[in-house]
């Protein structure tokens, strides 16, 4: 996105007016809080209404884990005030889609989504909930969400192109969600040849030793760059799955867990027996350059190359 | 004397909310509240130990390489090995750039829109710097933006993504770099010193690194620099006296930062991890004073007194500053430890000045070390399974110290336990009614007749650059 001398004007020209921001917006204090009695009272339509983080019901059912300062409300309060009168409403990461890494471990906060808990409908919002455009809560998922997944979603939703048919079935939309984090993976070769990285930094394939769940993890990660060109199995590190509900209570993220030596994560749309077969047959004609460059950390055999005149 | 809440505090990273006492016109005390708990200490408890590198940085997304980088020390400790030359200096280059993006950040639109009110129509610098900086409709922020993602290019080459990546491990970084993409890293760098040189200073960064006086830099400022975004800053906050506002007698607190570029140290001498407590009598948790390394976490949102999920972490029993002021103060930076002697204590000014001499600090150094990285040599060891053991990883944050105390049990985590920067900064009173940093630097504080309301509220709690996600984490 081309970056105009203005913020505003930027916002402006894809149709968008901020509201209010915790991080860019001038307001603080009394004026936010009149801003949302305006939006309460109807003197002000809210368009698009962007949480993150996951909702934190305790202790006891009180949120009051997460005030939202100044306003003698809790987080949880105020969301389930304001996203009925949203006409779109967007979960922006795994933890306000599902409730995350925060609803880890022994949920200390007793944290949730919005309108999941980790993978089954009804989160702090009802099962039913609709926003005034009939839609449910859009799920950037993601931890945390590609900046495109976010800034698309709003485009396609501030012009209402978004409808229920462009979710799954965990609300997230499909422009990134139809893609897996595999498609477009730079070790491409070495998951072809089932030629494996047996340390990090290592240049092979993740999956099969140090826990890559790119091949089952949705998202356009290796589609589209991260930080410029990046990705995390570009950096040299497993998919976590961060686009999937409970992923970080998974655990033990750097191995890959097998019976009988065979991963238990499989593709998931891929018959068992046929992918050990394949395995097997593509471990057996492994190019000695894709054998040796998997378990190095730097290319130590390079392509062969034609000269005119010799090898 | 009236008592006002203020929150929500916009424009600092996260739940913020600061309780004033005014007495004819002056605060007569602060507290400061983090709203907002979310337990990752409880979270960590029992995982296994290297899934540290995956939930930890999850704290913060803007602090999420200092998280990362803490929680491989503190495993780096536990197995005690030596991580890959080639990973250290790659993991510096990436700190280096999240912290230099954090400061870029907090300049362009946390700090500089309240010179942007309305409550200073009255200045005669006001419409230059309303039309430069005003909030979300300013001209300065939109390239400060560009120049902010064009740098943090450098995260997709050294650690695939930025936030949130694990390619910092205790035995380097995951990622190893060819001759292109150490091209591509300076050629980063230097589109960050062009922005710097061009826009921020409007001038060489040696020149800014060679100023050791106020005398030099407000000539700077008037001359060489004037026409930066720094030179504004420097006549506005001088203008307005914010050279003596918000002050923090100290003392002021480093871990180190960037393996021996900034020393670690107290600005009453040396540091020892063992001068650190946590004092829990007004946080609303469970517990008296503690040791991180034996620390417990147990909220109880009805504690009596309690008036923060944040714990007060102290040095030797004393609330303690941290973040690029205190880094400069204990690396004896001329410009910095003058400004801090002068008054006898931090100010919103010298907290800025900081960020700002460090900017020009950090990318000087960062740029050489791209060019210390051997390409063919490896950037990361394997680790070490621990089965037990403990560590402690400290480290500095764009805003100060950061520590990870951590205990391994049968190769799970037993005890996870986090000081982060704003929790220094913005800790509640301990048991000896000991106010934490901020609410030092507000006490006294005249608003006049503006009461609460008083631009400088603004200023003084913005200068810290608090992170409050991470403050009780």
């Known amino acids: 996105m081309a970056f105009l001398d203005r913020f505003s004007s930027e916002l402006e020209a894809l149709g968008l007016s901020l509201l209010w921001h915790p991080s860019i917006s001038e307001q603080s204090g009394e004026d936010v809080t009149a801003i949302l009695a305006d939006v309460i009272q109807g003197r002000i339509v809210l368009d698009i209404l962007c949480v993150e983080g996951a909702v934190l019901r305790g202790p006891g059912g009180t949120g009051l884990f997460n005030r939202f300062a100044g306003t003698g409300k809790t987080m949880m309060e105020w969301i389930r005030l304001l996203a009925p009168l949203a006409r779109y409403c967007v979960a922006v990461g795994s933890c306000a889609a599902y409730g995350g890494v925060v609803a880890g471990g022994s949920d200390p906060t007793d944290a949730t989504g919005l309108q999941f808990e980790d993978s089954v409908v009804g989160g702090a919002l009802s099962k039913s909930y609709r926003s005034r455009a009939g839609l449910p809560v859009v799920n950037v998922a993601g931890c945390a969400p590609h900046p495109g997944w976010i800034v698309e979603t709003l485009l396609a939703l501030s012009s209402d192109q978004m409808t229920d048919g462009d979710l799954d079935v965990l609300g997230r939309p499909k422009f990134f969600a139809d893609h897996l984090a595999h498609h477009g993976c730079a070790r491409n070769e070495f998951y072809e040849f089932k030629a494996s990285a047996e340390h990090l930094s290592h240049g092979g394939c993740l999956m099969e030793h140090l826990g890559c769940k790119a091949t089952q993890a949705v998202g356009d990660c290796n589609e589209r760059g991260w930080n410029g060109d990046g990705s995390c199995t570009k950096g040299g590190f497993p998919c976590v799955a961060c686009t999937s509900p409970g992923f970080s209570n998974i655990g033990n993220f750097l191995a890959t867990p097998k019976v009988a030596g065979i991963p238990v994560g499989l593709p998931l749309d891929m018959p068992k027996a046929w992918f050990v077969a394949l395995a097997a047959l593509s471990k057996s004609a492994m190019p000695k350059r894709v054998r040796a460059n998997a378990a190095s950390d730097h290319v130590v055999l390079p392509p062969k190359c034609q000269r005119d005149g010799g090898e | ?473």
């Open chain 2, 1 to 473: 004397m009236t008592r006002t809440i203020v929150g929500p505090f916009n424009r600092v990273e996260g739940d913020l909310e600061v309780a004033l006492d005014i007495e004819g016109g002056v605060v007569s005390r602060a507290e400061v509240t983090t709203t907002l708990y979310r337990g990752f200490e409880q979270i960590l408890v029992g995982k296994p130990a290297m899934d540290a590198l995956a939930i930890a940085p999850r704290i913060c997304g803007i602090c999420s390489v200092s998280q990362s980088l803490a929680a491989a020390a503190a495993l780096r400790s536990a197995m005690g090995i030596d991580p890959a030359p080639n990973g250290v200096l790659a993991a510096k280059i990436a700190h280096a750039v999240e912290n230099m993006a954090d400061h870029l950040t907090h300049f362009y639109l946390f700090f500089m829109p309240d010179f942007a009110r309305q409550d200073y129509a009255g200045r005669p610098w006001f419409e230059q710097i309303r039309s430069r900086f005003k909030a979300v409709e300013g001209q300065a922020a939109g390239p400060a933006l560009h120049a902010r993602s064009q740098v943090m290019q450098v995260m997709g080459l050294l650690a695939g993504k930025w936030p949130h990546s694990m390619a910092f491990h205790p035995g380097g970084t995951t990622q190893s770099l060819d001759l292109g993409a150490r091209v591509r890293l300076t050629g980063l760098l230097s589109g960050l010193r062009t922005f710097l040189e061009t826009t921020v200073f409007g001038a060489d960064l040696s020149a800014l690194l060679s100023l050791t006086s106020r005398r030099q830099l407000e000539a700077f400022a008037e001359a060489e620099g004037a026409d930066g975004d720094f030179a504004r800053f420097v006549r506005i906050a001088l203008d307005l006296g914010l050279d003596r506002a918000g002050g923090f007698a100290g003392p002021f607190l480093s871990f180190g930062a960037y393996d021996g570029l900034f020393p670690a140290g107290s600005s009453d001498g040396d540091f020892s991890p063992a001068t650190v407590s946590e004092d829990l009598s007004h946080s609303w948790m469970t517990g008296n004073v503690e040791l991180p390394g034996h620390g417990e976490t147990r909220p109880d949102a009805h504690k009596p007194g309690g008036y923060s999920w944040a714990k007060a972490p102290r040095l030797d029993g004393r609330a303690a500053e941290v973040g690029a002021l205190a880094r400069q103060v204990v690396a004896q930076d001329p410009l910095l430890s003058g400004e801090v002697a002068g008054v006898g204590g931090s100010t919103v000014f010298s907290r800025i000045l900081a960020r700002m001499v460090e900017l020009a600090k950090v990318l000087t150094a960062a740029e050489r070390w791209v060019d210390e990285i051997r390409l063919k040599q490896p950037f990361c060891v394997p680790s070490r399974p621990v089965a037990d053991g403990s560590g402690i990883g400290l480290v500095e944050a764009a805003r100060g110290s950061l520590g990870h105390w951590l205990t391994i049990r049968d190769g799970r985590i037993e005890r996870y336990q986090i000081i982060a920067p704003t929790t220094w900064n913005f800790s509640p009173r301990d048991v000896h009614g000991q106010p934490g940093p901020l609410e030092q630097a507000l006490a006294g504080l005249d608003v006049g007749a503006s009461g609460a309301k008083s631009p400088q509220v603004q200023h003084i709690v913005r200068s810290f650059d608090p992170c409050m996600v991470c403050t009780a984490h």
